[in-house]
């Protein structure tokens, strides 16, 4: 299975925003393994970051909203980078329901005012935004979403998440067209899970928090199905994506999924036992009975992975299983006192030597 060019990322001078949250401070970790120069812009005041405990290389950071133009634009201008990831966001559902306009206002506009300050520096030639799985109108499907699958949104975030999409096409449409202007697309991935995500309201951090206390983990939905995936399974998907920007190659659509194989999806039930047995020491959960929250999430969402398997050459790496119990031995370990650090390669490491099985290629 090829993954990654490592001699492409060699130097590449690399923008990411939302730098600071979970997602990207993994993406910044394996960047800075590729030998990638990095600038990271956003700002996250949450008081436990995975970002603040990592030993980046090659990687310069600057704090500030993604809604700040002047300030954007004077970080992008300046840093002159090749490739933009932009990760910025309100990543959250039930966060999203206390705080729509804010919601909208980070996931909407501030990704209209990245493309916008994209199209005025020529150095850059590949653009991926990442979205969610959760654009999608869902009705509850037992197969997954393709790209070409209607927009929606019940909830305030994954709205934003959709019109985000549309800003994308539109933008990309009408200041990118031309030929040798910067290549933009748009990724849609699932519940990704991983080591240093603290973040309130998600699986595995909630479980992490009250097992590391030797309480039981209260569990919304618990027959709720998800997409679940390691991190860095997604995160190596945007990068081929942004190779396939870089080299011009055709996007047919602009939107791309990453997500696990169809019968790779687990229940929160099954997460919830996975983590726990994984944890040790006789910790458990229980349901969370509370019907006007449960009512506020999908109960069933998957996503169709085919386009980027078929055009990439993406495969999932770890199982969902695996990325489960890896993931608890992360947070279990971490507690007992290993650093971030430490952990954090250990698993990029492991990543990019395949010392897992492919997940679908079974080899």
């Not at 994506?241 to 055709?250: D, R």
């Not at 997460?271 to 999908?298: H, M």
């Amino acid at each position: 299975m090829t993954l990654l060019n490592f001699d492409l990322w060699t130097g590449r001078r690399v923008f990411v925003t939302g730098h600071m949250g979970f997602k990207g401070a993994w993406l910044c970790a394996l960047l800075s393994r590729l030998g990638a120069e990095t600038f990271g812009y956003g700002w996250d005041p949450r008081p436990r970051l995975l970002y603040r405990e990592l030993d980046l290389k090659r990687h310069q950071s600057l704090e500030g909203n993604i809604n700040d133009t002047a300030m954007l634009g004077a970080a992008l201008t300046g840093f002159r980078p090749e490739v933009v990831l932009h990760l910025a966001a309100q990543s959250l559902v039930l966060p999203s329901y206390a705080d729509p306009i804010g919601t909208f206002d980070t996931n909407v506009m501030g990704t209209a005012r990245v493309l916008d300050a994209v199209r005025n520096i020529p150095s850059i030639r590949a653009v991926v935004v990442v979205t969610s799985d959760k654009v999608y109108r869902n009705n509850e499907w037992v197969w997954g979403y393709r790209e070409t699958d209607p927009l929606g949104g019940k909830d305030p975030y994954s709205a934003s998440k959709a019109a985000a999409e549309i800003v994308v096409h539109s933008m990309a449409r009408s200041y990118f067209a031309d030929a040798g202007a910067a290549r933009i697309a748009t990724a849609r991935a699932g519940n990704v899970i991983g080591g240093g995500d603290w973040a309130d309201h998600r699986l595995l951090p909630d479980a992490a928090r009250a097992f590391s206390t030797e309480q039981p983990l209260p569990v919304r939905n618990p027959h709720s199905s998800r997409p679940w995936q390691h991190v860095l399974d997604p995160l190596a998907g945007y990068l081929m994506l942004a190779e396939q920007l870089l080299a011009q190659k055709p996007d047919p659509l602009g939107a791309w999924n990453f997500g696990p194989s169809a019968d790779d999806v687990l229940s929160v039930r099954e997460v919830a036992d996975l983590f726990a047995g994984a944890w040790g020491g006789g910790v458990s959960w229980r349901a969370e009975n509370d019907p006007s929250q449960a009512a506020r999430e999908a109960g069933l969402l998957a996503i169709d992975s085919s386009l980027a398997r078929k055009e990439l050459g993406w495969l999932p790496r770890w199982k969902a299983k695996d990325a489960v119990t890896r993931t608890a031995s992360w947070y279990r370990r971490n507690t007992a006192g290993e650093s971030a650090v430490v952990l954090v390669d250990e698993d990029i490491r492991d990543f990019l030597d395949n010392r897992f099985k492919c997940a679908d290629a079974g080899v």
